[in-house]
């Protein structure tokens, strides 16, 4: 039986790969961080260990106590909570030293090279989970109407600028013009915001960094995203294919459907 270490932030992303993973006969060793990640965690796990974010070295002691030499990290941090509760080690100290621009891309990969340091290999978040990446085309029963694929396009573009600055993945549109940009509020705000700027009726665009690192941060939707769509009143969401992880797809599809709300993928 294969041992693998997972950390894990919030959402739904680290159930589905802890489930995944047990599924496929591996032992799942996870790292979970409090006020972030869900305690239904702890029904998919073998083994939970629990510490506040900035433990980094309480982190990596326990997967080299217990032997592991790969992870997976699934799942986001609040970003605020890096600047109104974080209380970080020496090591996360000396991490940041190191990493003077501390963007997501940098941050990440600074903190997965302490882990490679050790001789534990992270490996790409999407492991296990390979068919949960959508394939090319509408899932939903309403295609995007020709002017919502003019914003599809259009946010398509603007989005992938963003992304590659590090600023956001996801953009906000509406007759061509950009009503929001995902910063550090996250997604969810970010359509809301949108939204409430274009009076409902718009088109999300949400796409992976132009060189993304398939080891984190991918870009993940799932019931809570239509949730939220619903909310804003948006019209269409698009994402990219291959690089997006859809997450209760049949659920997600019918409230989708329900909402006469259009999913395309990219």
Known sequence: MTRIGLIAGNGRFPLYFADYARKGGHCVVAVAIREETSPDLENLVDEIHWFHVGELQGMIDIFLKQGINQIVMAGKITKTRMFNHLKPDARLLKVFEKTPVRNDDALLK?????????????????????????????????????????????????????????????????????????????????????????????????????????????????????????????????????????????????????????????
């Open 110 to 266: 600074a903190l997965a090279g302490e882990f490679i340091a050790e001789g534990i290999h992270v490996c790409d978040s999407t492991t296990f989970l390979s068919s949960l990446l959508p394939t090319k085309g509408t899932i939903t029963k309403r295609a995007p109407t020709d002017s919502e694929l003019l914003d599809i396009k259009y946010g398509y573009e603007i989005a992938k600028q963003i992304a590659g600055l590090d600023i956001g993945q996801t953009v906000v549109v509406k007759n061509c013009a950009i009503l929001a940009v995902e910063a550090i509020e996250g997604t969810d705000e970010a359509i809301l915001r949108g939204s409430k700027l274009g009076n409902g009726q718009v088109t999300v665009v949400k796409v992976a960094r132009p060189r993304q690192d398939m080891r984190f941060d991918l870009p993940v939707i799932g019931l809570d995203t239509i949730r939220t769509l619903i909310k804003a009143q948006a019209r269409c969401l698009a994402v990219e294919e291959q690089k997006t992880l859809l997450l209760d797809r049949d659920e997600s599809v019918a409230m989708a459907n329900e909402a006469g709300l259009s999913i395309v993928v990219i």
